[in-house]
């Protein structure tokens, strides 16, 4: 097979998944998936317009149907009351009759009858009107008005009047009926003038006004569903993209911030992605770099019990070898165990380290005064040739007592192991402010700075027992209690570690936020 072959069925398969691609993207079901977001996003808006338009329909109908009969009712009384007051020779049975008067009321839209009061009526016949030159064009012309009891109660009464909707063969009317005033001059029985109009052109206009009505709503709501689709579309693509960016993330581990475009609630999401995936990755190289210093304190301990117990099998192996003393053999076993303690201590250090997080159980409401003069107890034991000046006031606050003994007992430790024997060490807690200071060779200024990080020991500590993270441990604590630490020189030359912790100088009194 050539390599045009090759190069031509490659491009046909590329080709063919990049279409079944599109056709995924944009298939129906993906596009009007109701569980989507997007969709919701499109119904609503649907649903929104759709009623708006209904009840804008719905208004507008009824406001112009309103005003269209209130025309009609207002022409059909005006031109009642102008002919049935000036044309006084018009509405008598002999002025009905005439071609001229009924070609001449039937021109102006309207049909006309007299109602007598005892019910008879005089409706016009119907008249033809002859078209000139034309016969297949004549027209037949109905003047006669509907008419019922309410118009002849208008004749009986000779007051008032009446406008009321009559259906007749079929066809709607709009009759008013007054009193036949004039005509009663040339009639002996009272009567009432009946007018009418056909609501047939106003029913047309009506139904027009519906039919446009519905059509507009219908485009307006597809308008409106397409307006919701491309908006939802446009909105959540910001989602989107975030949502592909955590799956990139989640597949790759690389933590680096997003793009952030923009200003409103989607670049906000964004920035708060941004400060969580940075808060992940310092905690990622937090542990990191826990790992590698842990390993490489191990390393050290790990080596030397190993190069000791080996030879100790060497010398249990051969009871009989003089190489090494009585002496010697004790001096290593204390020298292993020595080696296991402090193993045991750096990794309950590890462990608490790795902890980080707030105190969540056995918090009690203390008096920090009582715990320092525990973990001075314990420190003395330890350290007895040294004197321990407590200058302490009592401070309530809320925490762990074990974890806050912990702290206090390592800053003592710590001002125990620089200072020289016989000196003292000066414990002063006031307003919350715990401040150990001891008579040692004190700290660098250029270590200030880094005396309570991780693994952390000056040049002149490397030579000492000691891992690098006691003081971290007391940083660590002091943070979960929402407090912060500090390290100086004190006045004699010593260091001066300080922590303090938010809380009450009385019983049960403790500021906004801290419990």
């Keep these: 097979m050539s390599s045009s072959t090759v190069t031509h069925a490659s491009r046909q398969a590329d080709h063919k998944t990049r279409a079944q691609r599109l056709r995924a993207r944009y298939s129906p079901r993906r596009l009007f998936n109701w569980h989507t977001f997007r969709s919701r996003i499109t119904v609503l808006v649907m649903l929104a317009v759709g009623l708006s338009v209904a009840l804008g329909a719905l208004i507008s109908y009824v406001t112009i149907s309103r005003a269209i009969m209130n025309r009609v ?106 009193p036949n005033t004039t005509g009663n001059q040339f009639n002996s029985e009272p009567s009432a003038l009946v007018f009418s109009v056909s609501m047939a052109p106003t029913e047309a206009t009506l139904n027009t006004l519906t039919t446009v009505s519905i059509i507009v709503g219908l485009i307006g709501i597809a308008l409106a569903g397409a307006a919701g689709f491309a908006i939802g579309r446009a909105a959540l693509r910001p989602v989107e993209e975030l949502s592909k960016a955590t799956e990139y993330i989640a597949s790759t581990g690389d933590l680096r911030s997003l793009n952030v475009v923009g200003d409103d609630e989607l670049a906000q999401l964004t920035r708060n992605f941004n400060t969580m995936l940075e808060a992940l990755a310092r905690s990622q190289e937090h542990q990191k770099r826990l790992v590698a210093d842990a ?31 009585p002496e010697d053999r004790v001096d290593l076993m204390n020298d292993v165990r020595a080696q296991m303690e402090e193993l045991s201590v750096l990794i309950s250090d590890l462990v608490e380290l790795s902890r980080d997080e707030q105190p969540s159980h056995a918090i009690e409401h203390l008096d920090l005064r009582d715990i320092v003069d525990r973990a001075a107890e314990r420190v003395q034991r330890r350290a007895p040739t040294l004197t321990y000046d407590l200058k302490l006031s009592s401070w309530y606050l809320d925490g762990d007592p074990a974890a806050l003994e912990r702290l206090i007992t390592n800053l003592m430790d710590n001002a125990a192991k620089w200072s020289p024997e016989g000196g003292t060490v000066t414990v002063t807690l006031a307003d919350g402010l715990l401040q150990v200071a001891d008579q040692g060779p004190g700290i660098a200024e250029e270590d200030l700075t880094h005396v309570f990080e991780r693994f952390y020991r000056s040049p002149e500590a490397r030579a000492t027992p000691g891992s690098g993270l006691g003081l971290a441990i007391v940083r660590q604590i002091a943070e979960n209690h929402g407090g912060r630490v500090a390290a100086a020189r004190a006045q004699g030359g010593g260091a001066l570690l300080g922590v303090w912790l938010p809380g009450s100088a009385v019983i049960g009194e403790l500021p906004a936020g801290v419990r």
């Design 295 to 325: 390993g490489h304190e191990l390393r050290t301990p790990l080596t030397s019990m190993r190069t000791n117990l080996d030879l100790l099998a060497q010398v249990m192996a051969m009871p009989n070898d003089d190489r090494l003393s």
């Design 73 to 178: 009712d207002s022409q059909l009384e005006q031109r009642a009351q102008v002919l049935a007051s000036n044309q006084v020779q018009l509405y008598t049975q002999q002025a009905l009759s005439s071609r001229a008067a009924a070609i001449l009321l039937s021109a102006s839209g309207y049909q006309e009858s007299i109602v007598y009061s005892d019910g008879s009526s005089f409706d016009p016949s119907s008249v033809t009107l002859v078209v000139v030159g034309n016969p297949s064009a004549n027209t037949v012309i109905q003047i006669a008005a509907p008419h019922g009891d309410p118009e002849r109660e208008i004749a009986m009464t000779q007051t008032g009047s009446s406008l009321r909707t009559v259906s007749s063969g079929g066809v709607d009317y709009r009759v008013y009926a007054v």
